[in-house]
């Protein structure tokens, strides 16, 4: 297996994974669980809103951007050595306009997601209000329960998202022995793990669920984005997909796998474009076609996880 592509997917994982964004929408969403969402839902869940997003366009964006195009540079550096890497940084002329509007695009989508999360929680806030008015339940009483059961909902869900961390850990491992039946039940405990995740109750929670999965794909589409690029600035144009996610990779991913076309014809079909069973959360790879060995190609899709040390 090629190294350098292992070196660019393992780059990508930090912020694909998204631990330390989960930690900082998390933190936000706790901040809102408080008596003033119940006096003002609409304008509290808007600046909570606003606060989700300013923090992706001006923290996590940025660092998606500079985490693909260092993804790059370990392909870039073994086609072309210092010339090519120097020569996709920075980003410049048509590719930067491109990413640029693509920028745009991303934060727009991500607005409009987190939009629709906040829309529903201020929803359910003013049902709660009416509910207890209906049914002659003492407004504060009812304030302090449904906060509570947000926090112990936004706590859980923490607690489920670190196990899940620690099941594809697992898989990844199970791999590398080759035993099928670990790597079965490897596989069982991520899923359980995953639907443990989705498995929510509150408003608060459901609201958790979509802003961190907006924020993940969001940045997800970012870094490969300014990774791609970062190739054509280099002056790629033949591009090769390399599935990524082990035995986990979705079927039409690993059906793509080593698929080789030119960028016109991979226009609209990246990974993250939402042509595959894994529609936007796709995190393969599109590397330039000068540096896949024909003689000695990757035989199946890169697990990130297995690889501590190149």
């Given at each position: 297996?090629?190294?350098?592509?292992?070196?660019?997917?393992?780059?990508?994982?930090?912020?694909?994974?998204?631990?330390?964004?989960?930690?900082?929408?998390?933190?936000?969403?706790t901040a809102y669980?408080?008596?003033?969402?119940?006096?003002?839902?609409?304008?509290?869940?808007?600046?909570?809103?606003?606060?989700?997003?300013?923090?992706?366009?001006?923290?996590?964006?940025?660092?998606?951007?500079?985490?693909?195009?260092?993804?790059?540079?370990?392909?870039?550096?073994?086609?072309?050595?210092?010339?090519?890497?120097?020569?996709?940084?920075?980003?410049?002329?048509?590719?930067?306009?491109?990413?640029?509007?693509?920028?745009?695009?991303?934060?727009?989508?991500?607005?409009?997601?987190?939009?629709?999360?906040?829309?529903?929680?201020?929803?359910?806030?003013r049902a709660e209000?009416?509910?207890?008015?209906?049914?002659?339940?003492?407004?504060?009483?009812?304030?302090?329960?449904?906060?509570?059961?947000?926090?112990?909902?936004?706590?859980?869900?923490?607690?489920?998202?670190?196990?899940?961390?620690?099941?594809?850990?697992?898989?990844?491992?199970?791999?590398?022995?080759?035993?099928?039946?670990?790597?079965?039940?490897?596989?069982?405990?991520?899923?359980?793990?995953?639907?443990?995740?989705?498995?929510?109750?509150?408003?608060?929670?459901?609201?958790?669920?979509?802003?961190?999965?907006?924020?993940?794909?969001?940045?997800?589409?970012?870094?490969?984005?300014?990774?791609?690029?970062?190739?054509?600035?280099?002056?790629?144009?033949?591009?090769?997909?390399?599935?990524?996610?082990?035995?986990?990779?979705?079927?039409?991913?690993?059906?793509?796998?080593?698929?080789?076309?030119?960028?016109?014809?991979?226009?609209?079909?990246?990974?993250?474009?939402?042509?595959?069973?894994?529609?936007?959360?796709?995190?393969?790879?599109?590397?330039?076609?000068?540096?896949?060995?024909?003689?000695?190609?990757?035989t199946g899709p890169?697990?990130?996880?297995?690889?501590?040390?190149?």
């Amino acid at each position: 297996m090629a190294k350098q592509i292992v070196a660019a997917v393992r780059l990508k994982r930090k912020v694909l994974e998204g631990v330390n964004m989960q930690s900082d929408v998390l933190d936000i969403l706790t901040a809102y669980t408080r008596q003033v969402m119940f006096t003002r839902p609409g304008p509290e869940t808007t600046r909570m809103r606003n606060e989700l997003i300013r923090l992706m366009r001006a923290k996590y964006f940025p660092i998606a951007e500079e985490s693909g195009h260092k993804s790059a540079v370990p392909v870039l550096d073994k086609i072309g050595g210092e010339a090519a890497v120097e020569s996709a940084s920075p980003i410049t002329g048509t590719p930067a306009r491109v990413f640029s509007t693509y920028r745009t695009n991303n934060t727009r989508w991500f607005a409009e997601e987190v939009n629709a999360g906040t829309s529903a929680l201020s929803s359910e806030l003013r049902a709660e209000i009416a509910r207890a008015s209906r049914d002659g339940i003492a407004q504060a009483q009812m304030r302090t329960d449904v906060i509570n059961s947000y926090k112990a909902e936004l706590k859980a869900i923490k607690a489920k998202r670190k196990i899940l961390r620690a099941a594809n850990i697992d898989v990844a491992n199970a791999e590398a022995t080759g035993d099928l039946k670990a790597i079965k039940a490897a596989k069982k405990e991520v899923a359980k793990a995953k639907a443990a995740t989705r498995r929510v109750s509150t408003a608060m929670g459901r609201l958790e669920n979509k802003v961190q999965g907006a924020a993940r794909d969001a940045v997800r589409r970012e870094t490969q984005q300014a990774q791609f690029a970062s190739y054509r600035q280099a002056g790629y144009h033949t591009f090769t997909w390399v599935a990524v996610g082990g035995s986990l990779a979705c079927p039409d991913c690993d059906a793509l796998h080593n698929d080789t076309r030119s960028v016109r014809e991979w226009q609209g079909q990246m990974p993250g474009d939402g042509h595959t069973v894994c529609l936007d959360s796709c995190i393969c790879e599109l590397v330039p076609d000068q540096f896949i060995d024909k003689e000695k190609p990757i035989t199946g899709p890169v697990n990130p996880y297995l690889f501590q040390e190149l």
